[in-house]
């Protein structure tokens, strides 16, 4: 099945620093890339998403870009805040598969 | 509603015993989905439905795992015989389709077999 590889496993920043999350995959035809959020003890949230269509999609701090021809796709925080300290999950799905996460990266947020 | 409600938030088994979760997905969502998120955070696909129908259930353990999501009632995942490493938190998450829509999460329900 489709694999998602995610990296950095865990990253520090300085508060008002970027911090970027990248993640790559095997199956040219995955078409939905989302972007999850999860604190401790909660539930992922659905932070942003792109479908592959779209090269880049923007929402405030953060932003998603899509390289198909390279498989990737990468998640960038701006002028980062201790409360975007959280436990962040790409994610994708291709047709009629479920959707397949990313391990996870561990962002910390030094204020 | 318009958020996923799952229940109870924590269940404690002995091993042997069942455990039974259950989940409301958002109102107007044909799709359900449950996912498994053990220790290290993986999250693995358990069960798929499109209304009260299983769309895709390859990830399920079928000996002791079953799931319903009956009309009127909320959805439910049942384990029969709890084992020691089927303890996890158990997220169930609900979308208006299945191909590229948003999934939104529950908040989940952590199951401890002792």
């Known amino acids: 099945g489709e694999n998602v590889e995610q990296h950095p496993s865990t990253l520090s920043v300085q508060e008002g620093d970027s911090a970027v999350i990248k993640c790559t995959y095997s199956d040219s035809a995955s078409n939905y890339f989302p972007w999850y959020k999860q604190e401790l003890g909660k539930g992922p949230q659905l932070i942003i998403d792109?479908?592959?269509?779209?090269g880049e999609k923007k929402d405030q701090r953060i932003a998603v870009t899509l390289n198909k021809t390279a498989k990737h796709f990468s998640l960038h925080i701006t002028e980062t805040q201790p409360e975007d300290s959280a436990v962040y999950f790409c994610?994708?799905?291709?047709?009629?598969?479920?959707?397949?996460f990313g391990k996870g990266t561990r962002l910390s947020v030094i204020a | 509603g318009e958020e996923v409600a799952q229940t109870p938030k924590h269940l404690v088994r002995g091993e042997g015993q069942k455990a039974k979760l259950y989940c409301a997905p958002i109102k107007g969502h044909s799709y359900v989905f449950w996912y498994q998120q053990v220790l290290k955070n993986e999250f693995k696909f358990l069960i798929s439905f499109q209304n009260e129908n299983v769309f895709d259930e390859t990830g399920m353990p079928k000996e002791r795992f079953s799931a319903k999501c009956l009309p009127n009632s909320p959805c439910s995942l049942e384990i029969q015989a709890t084992k020691l490493e089927d303890s996890a938190v158990y997220f169930c998450?609900?979308?208006?389709?299945?191909?590229?829509?948003?999934?939104?999460f529950g908040p989940g329900t952590r199951l401890t077999v002792l």
């Open positions: 792109i479908r592959s269509n779209v």
């Open positions: 994610a994708l799905n291709s047709g009629n598969t479920p959707l397949v």
């Open positions: 998450a609900s979308s208006q389709s299945f191909r590229g829509d948003e999934q939104f």
